[in-house]
Structure formats: structure tokens, C-alpha cells
Nanobody, 124 residues
Framework: QVQLVESGGALVQPGGSLRLSCAVS????????IGWFRQAAGRDPEGVSC????????YYAASVRGRFTISKDNAKNTFYLQMNGLTFDDTAVYYC?????????????????WGKGTTVTVSS
């Protein structure tokens, strides 16, 4: 079975940093698209970053570009989201996601595997 498990969420102050991790089983990280999505209270989930798209390079939402970095370690079957310069607007439940095949776009409907989420709260 496919399983994704996130970790690393925490309460942090504005300007702080966090690294989220996603442990993956049942998928080959070299042949799929991986991504991070987040859902703030009362809002729809949104794509934060995706890697391994069919035709495009790494995707970053405009709101996180230059602050967040997606990466992976194939040997450990794990991928990450490094988050720097956190702001109040980054507060959300963060989900790691993966497609069974390569996705064309970093959108929810392309991601058929989701973790349970890890909570990031940015507060002073």
C-alpha cells in the first residue's frame, strides 16, 4: 500500500524556520510527482510546491517563492519542505502529497495520495 506520513509541524514565531518531512512507502520517488499542499482555516487546500511535474520545473506558489524549498532523498524515501521567513499567513495544516504517475500541474485533482497533515502555526 501507499503511505505518506508528515512530520515537523510546530508553533513558531514570525521570521522563523521549519523543515517538514514526508516519509513515503509504496512509491518510487523517481517516477512520480511529489508536492506539498496546505489548508488554512476556512479555506480550500492550495498547492505550495511540487516537484517532478511532467513538463515543467519545480513549482512554487507566488506567496512562498524565494522562501520555501522542496527537496527529496531517494535513498531514504523521504521528501522535505524547508520553510524560511515564516509569516502569519503561512499558518495552516500542511499535507504531503504524491501522484501515482507524473502530474501535469500542481493541483489537488492530480494528487491521489495524501498524508494526514501536520500543523504549522506562526504566532508571536
Amino acid at each position: 500500500q501507499v503511505q505518506l506520513v508528515e512530520s515537523g509541524g510546530a508553533l513558531v514565531q514570525p521570521g522563523g524556520s521549519l523543515r517538514l518531512s514526508c516519509a513515503v512507502s509504496g512509491l518510487d520517488l523517481d517516477s512520480i510527482t511529489i508536492g506539498w499542499f496546505r489548508q488554512a482555516a476556512g479555506r480550500d487546500p492550495e498547492g505550495v510546491s511540487c516537484f517532478g511535474l511532467s513538463y515543467f520545473g519545480p513549482y512554487y506558489a507566488a506567496s512562498v517563492r524565494g522562501r520555501f524549498t522542496i527537496s527529496k532523498d531517494n535513498a531514504k524515501n523521504t521528501f522535505y519542505l524547508q520553510m524560511n521567513g515564516l509569516t502569519f499567513d503561512d499558518t495552516a495544516v500542511y499535507y504531503c502529497t504524491a501522484s501515482s504517475t507524473r502530474a501535469e500541474y500542481c493541483r489537488r485533482q492530480y494528487m491521489d495520495n495524501w498524508g494526514k497533515g501536520t500543523t504549522v502555526t506562526v504566532s508571536s
